[in-house]
């Protein structure tokens, strides 16, 4: 089975700018977890979908959104970028029958000037 | 509430060491335990699970970790490191379900140095 893929890889934007990020998880996965990773604040739960919705939701403000579609794809959206918003974005997967265990793609390194 | 707490931002040993990384969490619940790896530029592979059943956990690239309840530790071990080791690991924990899901919690990190 091909594992999770995140693309773009990198990206750079520009304060006020907004960006989005995509993920394909595993074939059957229908559970996609984002989150963010920086040196400072380490890794850091944003959002989680399943079956097109949004089940659980960290401590981030509004700027950060997401969406699941029906094939289990997600995207999160970063609007109104800020300097303190460059990170490793991190997407994971996790299937119905393991639902513990989540399954990380590569990242999108974000890079905001 | 969980958490997890890596005992060490760093850890260097020598090419054929034993390594040894720490992690403690602390859960209200018998709960789930991982251990991922991520190289640079990467994200995060797991390393192997803790779910229920046998204690010492077996994973890859010859790694294990064995779950001690009394002393709610999961060390992670490996009798000799190789430089292709050098990585950084992140123990991970995740116990009652928050909507249906297991939303892990993560410690900080143990970056694992190999020298020749």
């Known amino acids: 089975k091909a594992g999770v893929t995140q693309t773009p890889r990198y990206l750079i934007k520009t304060r006020g700018q907004q960006v989005t990020l995509s993920c394909s998880p595993i074939?059957?996965?229908?559970?996609v977890s984002w989150y963010q990773q920086t040196p400072g604040q380490g890794l850091q739960f944003l959002f989680e979908?399943?079956?097109?919705?949004?089940?659980n939701k960290g401590n981030f403000p509004g700027r950060f959104s997401g969406r699941q579609f029906s094939n289990s794809r997600s995207e999160m959206n970063v609007s109104t970028l800020e300097l303190g918003d460059s990170a490793l974005y991190l997407c994971?997967?996790?299937?119905?029958?393991?639902?513990?265990?989540?399954?990380f793609g590569p990242g999108t390194r974000l890079l905001v000037l | 509430a969980q958490s997890v707490t890596q005992l060490g931002s760093h850890v260097s040993v020598s090419e054929g060491a034993l390594v040894l990384l720490r992690c403690n969490y602390s859960?209200?619940?018998?709960?789930?335990l991982f251990w991922y790896v991520q190289y640079p530029n990467q994200g995060l592979q797991l390393l192997l699970k803790?779910?229920?059943?046998?204690?010492l956990v077996k994973g890859i690239n010859g790694f294990e970790a064995e779950f001690k309840k009394s002393e709610t530790s999961f060390h992670l071990t490996k009798p000799s490191a190789h430089m292709s080791d050098a990585a950084e690991y992140f123990c991970?924990?995740?116990?009652?379900?928050?909507?249906?899901?297991?939303?892990?919690?993560f410690g900080r990190g143990t970056s694992l140095i190999v020298h020749p």
């Open positions: 994971a997967s996790s299937s119905g029958s393991a639902r513990e265990t989540q399954y």
């Open positions: 074939s059957g996965h229908r559970s």
């Open positions: 979908y399943f079956s097109e919705t949004q089940r």
């Open positions: 859960s209200s619940v018998p709960p789930y």
């Open positions: 803790y779910t229920t059943g046998a204690t």
């Open positions: 991970a924990v995740s116990d009652s379900p928050t909507g249906g899901s297991y939303i892990p919690t």
